[in-house]
């Protein structure tokens, strides 16, 4: 079956620190992939997309992500979390064919610790 | 520019009532996409509208409908509320439906259905 999957449903992690947050799909062919973010009570930002091309994508607020084909992954990473990175974050996808909307992962909650 | 606007931003109703939510994409965007929100099922494809057809449909009951007029804007609504409609309804814009263009989510309408 086609599936996101977030696997950490709650990561702390030290304001300061390195962060990576997984994600995981099962599609057929490699679907356009993102990253959301969530603050309280707010819309969803988009933080970064891999449509093609290099791997490593660059987004805002200092994140990047690494697109592996080999293990249907794209991995969020930030090299320092600052408190206010202090959020939910949504992994999602686009399928190339067929269905044109977002498929969401179950969202990773980050808590920052000073 | 000014991003995605939904009205109201926070909604009560009671068990039975119906409701309509407005969304007014980014300027120039044509598709404009709506989500639920909710803990137990997260995020979910509520339907897609582009240049006023509805494209794509998610797997929601007949109470649920929507509509896009000339000018983009979107409005949806939900007939005979039920205790489990309650839950944050996000509206998404993009420029395109096809080929995938990224879409830019509004700050949603929380509605509380007593």
């Known amino acids: 079956a086609q599936s996101v999957t977030q696997p950490d449903i709650h990561i702390t992690v030290s304001e300061g620190a390195s962060l990576e947050l997984r994600c995981n799909y099962s599609y057929g062919a490699t679907p356009y992939l993102f990253w959301y973010v969530q603050s309280p009570g707010q819309g969803l930002q988009l933080l970064l997309k891999?449509?093609?091309?290099?791997?490593l994508v660059q987004g805002i607020k200092g994140f990047e992500a690494e697109f592996k084909r080999s293990q249907s992954s794209f991995n969020l990473r930030k090299p320092s979390v600052h408190w206010s990175d202090a959020a939910e974050y949504f992994c999602?996808?686009?399928?190339?064919?067929?269905?044109?909307?977002?498929?969401f992962g179950t969202g990773t909650r980050l808590t920052v610790i000073p | 520019k000014a991003g995605v606007t939904q009205t109201p931003r926070y909604l009560i109703k009671t068990r039975g009532q119906q409701v309509t939510l407005s969304c007014s994409p980014i300027s120039g965007h044509r598709s404009v996409s709506w989500y639920q929100q909710t803990p137990g099922q997260g995020l979910q494809f509520l339907f897609e509208?582009?240049?006023?057809?509805?494209?794509n449909k998610g797997n929601f009951p007949g109470r649920f409908s929507g509509r896009q007029f000339s000018n983009s804007r979107s409005e949806m609504n939900v007939s005979t509320l039920e205790l489990g409609d309650s839950a944050l309804y996000l509206c998404?814009?993009?420029?395109?439906?096809?080929?995938?263009?990224?879409?830019?989510f509004g700050q949603g309408t929380r509605l509380t259905v007593v």
């Open positions: 998404a814009s993009s420029w395109a439906d096809r080929p995938y263009t990224e879409a830019f």
């Open positions: 509208y582009f240049s006023e057809t509805q494209r």
């Open positions: 891999y449509f093609s091309g290099d791997t």
């Open positions: 999602a996808v686009v399928p190339k064919t067929g269905a044109n909307n977002l498929f």
